[in-house]
């Protein structure tokens, strides 16, 4: 065979090109739509997903005990702190519907002293006014004394787990506690957390709050009667 003649190696890898050419496009194209359909697929599904969360969000919170404490605590102490010297018929009225409720309601005034209105029964007043002095008060050496002098004091009411500084790190949010095996909480708020020279606001407990089991029972009554009213 002549040394200038291509050789039947050569020919081969010849043919090979136009058969790359031929398959690898298509297959790249086949790649490419996959990966487009993967993309679109998994975008209809976050989608999805997001919507079924905004809708889902709302009823999945009515059915968790501490988001449905929180948000009655949080609701009641805001329109308590809120409310001015005139408003104390109002505020009897929030008492008594939150006393249905289950909810304790402990007042204080600008010297963190207890405003109690009459016929609302208390169950810790000692302890509140304590934790309220504390929780209220500008950090001192003393204060942190009495913190922890009183602190078997607080768990004998509030559970062995129950701790002054989480409650102080979670002034308007709800804080869990649990006594003889049953669920409860406590929320604090001061009318102007600002002014150091004002210590009024208010505590408020929920001394035993509602199971799941409870609150899924009320959700179907309440979906029930939605549709009723529709019908």
């Known amino acids: 065979m002549s040394p200038h003649s291509p050789g039947p190696r050569y020919s081969r890898r010849l043919w090979l090109i136009p058969l790359l050419l031929g398959v690898f496009p298509p297959l790249l194209l086949i790649a490419l739509g996959l990966s487009t359909l993967q993309a679109e697929r998994e975008a209809r599904i976050a989608a999805v997903k997001a919507r079924l969360d905004a809708a889902m969000g709302p009823v999945a919170g009515s059915l968790d005990p501490y988001t449905w404490a929180e948000r009655r605590l949080k609701r009641l102490a805001g329109r308590l702190v809120s409310g001015g010297e005139g408003a104390a018929s109002a505020r009897r009225e929030l008492i008594t519907r939150a006393a249905s409720l289950g909810i304790e309601t402990y007042l204080f005034d600008a010297a963190a002293a207890p405003v109690v209105s009459p016929g609302t029964p208390l169950r810790a007043r000692f302890v509140m006014q304590k934790l309220w002095f504390l929780l209220a008060s500008p950090p001192t050496p003393e204060r942190f004394l009495e913190e922890r002098r009183l602190i078997k004091t607080f768990c ?15 002034e ?4 869990s506690f649990r006594v003889r095996r049953q669920d409860g909480y406590i929320l604090w708020l001061r009318r102007s957390p600002g ?22 029972r009320h959700a179907a ?8 009213g529709r019908s």
Request: glycine share 12%.
């Open 156 to 170: 004998a009411a509030l559970g062995s787990d129950f701790r002054v500084s989480d409650l102080r790190r979670r």
């Open 172 to 175: 308007g949010m709800a804080l």
């Open 195 to 216: 002014d150091a020279g004002d210590r009024s606001g208010c505590l408020l407990v929920l001394w035993k709050g509602p199971d799941q089991k409870s609150l899924i």
């Open 221 to 228: 009554r309440a979906s029930r009667g939605r549709a009723k």
